[in-house]
């Protein structure tokens, strides 16, 4: 029999708008719906409010205001971020750096890239997902122009040491870009001390909308990017086309929210987890946390069962929202290729599942879900033996 218990446990893929965001987007569609580049009381109304935006966001992440440009989400900004710095810096060299673990808005560009003439290096992991900086140091040439590492892995959770990777990518004199996006808004986060010189997120991460993220350019470091979308002048003609002003004053109120609820919230999902871990490694045989012993952030686990069809295993979920830790493209399941990329062959890589709680998250939920994937798991190993 089914149960009729939903729960929500992919806070990674995205989150619910939080109601007081949405409450205060909703006079933007009816009555304070002005074009924030108009001429008139409306316009200057809208544009108003999206600076004011600009400077909720900024203090979530702690930079300056005009070190934040707008765009339709992280993976917009993360394309802007990497096109519009190689095109102005390809005078000073061709070679970019990465990482095997990157989310795919970043690999599918550096893909693009290559097919531009670009190289590039992507690092290696250990079976933690680290990478090795003396790799990273070692791969560093003359024509290397970009280091571009995420600050957390969607997937597994795993946070880079930032602060040491900056210090290393900095001293060789080349620029280094972050994607932020599962970080922020999780963990405390000053773009100001990792003194990363881009950096891109989004809103619907936080509990804010769908269809707006941002771009960091570091202006102390004198960071240049040239536009790759053309038609208008607005945010510094970076990201012309007019405003989405409600998804922006949402994005703006999700990262106030985030900033003063963060550290209390963060500790209290993080004690969920720490229970749902637990439960794990005492209650089921021949499991596997992955990047348990590395820095990780509090509301992420992936866990490997070893000997279970994943596919049967979410089938038997079909009530819990979890993600498989994979992707699926044109109905053929494909190993993720972080665990991949971690060491795991195929059958364990597909044989894991991401779970990640968020602001809704209860204990109830944590046993809840425990319980059933326990039955669930030694029911498919009955059936297998």
């Known amino acids: 029999m089914i149960s009729k218990k939903k729960i929500y446990l992919d806070y990674n893929a995205t989150t619910p708008v939080d109601e007081r965001v949405v409450e205060v987007m909703i006079p933007y569609f009816t009555e304070k719906f002005g074009n924030a580049s108009s001429d008139h009381i409306f316009g200057w109304e809208a544009e108003e409010d999206v ?59 550096m893909n693009a890239l290559e097919n531009k003439g670009f190289e590039v290096t992507y690092l290696k992991v250990n079976h933690e997902g680290n990478i090795d900086l003396e790799e990273l140091e070692n791969s560093i040439t003359p024509d290397t122009i970009l280091v571009c590492l995420m600050l957390a892995n969607n997937e597994t959770g795993l946070i880079h040491p930032m602060q040491k990777i900056e210090k290393i990518v900095h001293s060789k004199g080349v620029n280094l870009m972050s994607d932020i996006t599962q970080a922020v808004g999780k963990i405390p986060l000053n773009l100001k001390d990792l003194n990363l010189d881009l950096a891109v997120f989004s809103s619907h991460k936080i509990y804010g909308p769908k269809g707006v993220g941002a771009i960091y350019i570091n202006k102390k470091n004198k960071v240049e990017v040239v536009a790759q979308i053309f038609g208008g002048g607005q945010e510094k003609a970076l990201r012309p086309g007019t405003l989405n002003v409600p998804g922006i004053v949402g994005f703006g109120k999700a990262a106030e929210i985030a900033f003063s609820e963060m550290n209390n919230e963060s500790a209290r999902i993080l004690k969920l987890r720490n229970k749902l871990e637990a439960f794990f490694k005492d209650e089921i045989e021949k499991v596997k946390i992955n990047s348990e012993n590395s820095n990780r952030l509090p509301n992420t686990t992936n866990v490997s069962f070893e000997n279970i069809d994943g596919t049967k295993l979410l089938r038997k979920l079909n009530m819990l929202a979890i993600s498989r830790g994979s992707a699926c493209t044109s109905n053929f399941i494909h190993p993720s290729h972080v665990l991949t990329a971690m060491g795991l062959n195929d059958e364990m890589a597909l044989s894991s599942i991401r779970i990640s709680l968020g602001r809704n998250t209860s204990i109830d939920d944590i046993e809840f879900t425990s319980g059933e994937i326990k039955i669930a798991v030694n029911s498919l190993n009955r059936v297998e033996a």
């Open 51 to 109: 600076e004011f935006a600009r400077e909720q966001v900024a203090k979530l992440v702690h930079c300056k205001p005009t070190e934040i440009t707008f765009t339709s989400g992280a993976t917009e900004a993360a394309n802007l971020g990497l096109f519009g710095f190689c095109e102005r810096n390809r005078s000073k060299g061709n070679h970019i750096i990465t990482c095997k673990t990157e989310h795919k808005a970043v690999l599918d560009s």
